[in-house]
């Protein structure tokens, strides 16, 4: 796939996991990649690891910096072609124990602040007579959760909703919108999320990659990032409002593989 002619918005690709491994893969693929994070360094030095990269700073929560952010890549780079919605925090709470405080923040970084870009993104389009694609990343918690990730998941529901609602809505403009939904995908940083609820982190991704996928290696995030560039580029050109899920195989079986060897 070549996406030399597209500029690319990638949302939280300075850290760790799926945002990196998207910036990286649309990367080789030839896009300019935009990488956003809240803190202009890092956004700077993910930037820098990337051919054709650039780097700009945005709260996704701040409405005021959102709004300079397009503004300021409206002169930079003109029309942006795609948006990857990546930026997201998890929570590992029971509901009933969800403070109002968390509740709120979960749901401005992640359902809020999907709304609100994608907005801009396709505005921008509409107004440059321009088509264009926007990718949310969800989750396999859309499909089956556990115990602790009922907020999460219905967050990441909510994304799904705006996912098919707005691809609806955005296709007379030729813009597409499709989501990403990914399993689980290693880093050494979610061992700690993972003690939440497992005594031995280590050994649960041992566990979940041998037990729990049809397919038993550990999903990459630059595996992410392939779909993705899928979904930017122009052989998905009559896909949206689709969710696709990238969890070798998870969601897909009604038993774990123990349950049933022979």
Not at 27 to 35: H, L, N, P, W
Not at 145 to 174: C, D, F, P, Q
Not at 220 to 235: H, K, P, T, Y
């Amino acid at each position: 796939m070549n996406l030399s002619n597209k500029n690319i918005l990638v949302t939280g690709a300075a850290g760790f996991g799926v945002g990196n491994g998207v910036a990286v893969a649309l990367s080789k693929m030839g896009a300019r990649v935009i990488v956003n994070a809240r803190d202009l360094e890092q956004a700077q030095e993910a930037a820098n690891k990337l051919p054709n990269a650039i780097a700009i700073a945005a709260d996704i929560t701040n409405e005021t910096q959102v709004d300079a952010m397009f503004a300021t890549l409206a002169k930079q780079v003109g029309v942006i072609h795609g948006l990857v919605n990546n930026a997201g925090i998890g929570l590992s709470k029971e509901a009933h124990e969800v403070t109002n405080e968390e509740f709120d923040n979960l749901y401005n970084i992640d359902v809020r602040a999907v709304w609100k870009l994608s907005k801009l993104f396709a505005n921008q389009l509409i107004e440059s007579n321009s088509e264009g694609s926007i990718i949310n990343i969800s989750s396999v918690h859309t499909s089956a959760t556990i115990s602790k990730y009922a907020v999460y998941a219905s967050a990441k529901r909510a994304v799904e909703g705006l996912t098919m609602g707005m691809a609806v809505e955005l296709g007379k403009h030729n813009i597409r919108v499709n989501a990403v939904a990914p399993g689980y995908v290693h880093a050494e940083q979610n061992l700690k999320l993972i003690k939440t609820f497992a005594d031995d982190p280590e050994l649960w991704v041992e566990h979940h990659t041998k037990d729990y996928q049809s397919l038993p290696f550990e999903i990459q995030a630059e595996d992410c990032g392939n779909v993705v560039g899928f979904l930017v580029s122009e052989f998905s050109r009559a896909v949206t409002g689709q969710v696709i899920y990238v969890d070798n195989g998870t969601t897909s079986m009604l038993y774990n593989n123990s349950f049933i060897e022979k």
